[in-house]
């Protein structure tokens, strides 16, 4: 009965600092950064794609999070909304349209910039029939997408207003 009382205990400890632990692993000093850095990850076996439009897998899944970064992000503690590719964004008054601000800078791995026609491009291919996307689907409620991904001629709901701009609007809110 005792470890039952200090197993409901311990979440009234640890819950005073969450993030108490961390100051503990956190590098002293500046002599770390001659050292070369080296990330060593297990996941499991080889990925089927590198492709993030045909990915279906948690091997690959594991891999699109640690190569590619959405709009927003989830806070690891509450799962609220985090600026990712969009610094920030906004909800219009009818709540079927959304405005993304990219933050400035954005590139690919080669230093070319991201912009928010590639961001609408990459929406397009996913919902293209022929890229044969498993969760093309995810992007239903924009409109046009479900007809575009039956390979029905519509046009999506998604503008690139500007390099840095996207507008998204929706079939509901």
């Keep these: 009965m005792r470890w039952l009382l200090a197993l409901c205990c311990l979440p009234l400890l640890t819950a005073a600092d969450p993030d108490a632990w961390a100051a503990d692993l956190a590098p002293r000093g500046e002599a770390w950064r001659a050292v070369p850095q080296i990330l060593t990850a297990n996941n499991e076996s080889e990925p089927q794609t590198l492709d993030p ?67 609408r491009a990459s929406w397009l291919r996913l919902l293209d029939p022929r890229t044969e996307a498993a969760y093309a ?27 840095r701009t996207l507008h998204v609007r929706l079939t509901r809110p």
């Design 137 to 163: 689907e995810l992007l239903d409620p924009v409109v046009g997408a479900e007809d575009i991904r039956r390979g029905r001629a519509a046009e999506l709901g998604v503008a690139a207003a500007d390099a």
């Design 53 to 119: 439009q045909r990915m279906t897998g948690n091997v690959e899944a594991r891999v699109a999070l640690a190569l590619f970064e959405g709009l927003t992000t989830l806070d690891p503690r509450d799962l609220a909304p985090r600026p990712g590719l969009a610094e920030s964004w906004r909800e219009d008054a009818d709540g079927l349209g959304w405005t993304f601000t990219l933050r400035p800078g954005l590139a690919w791995s080669d230093g070319s910039p991201i912009d928010a026609a590639q961001v």
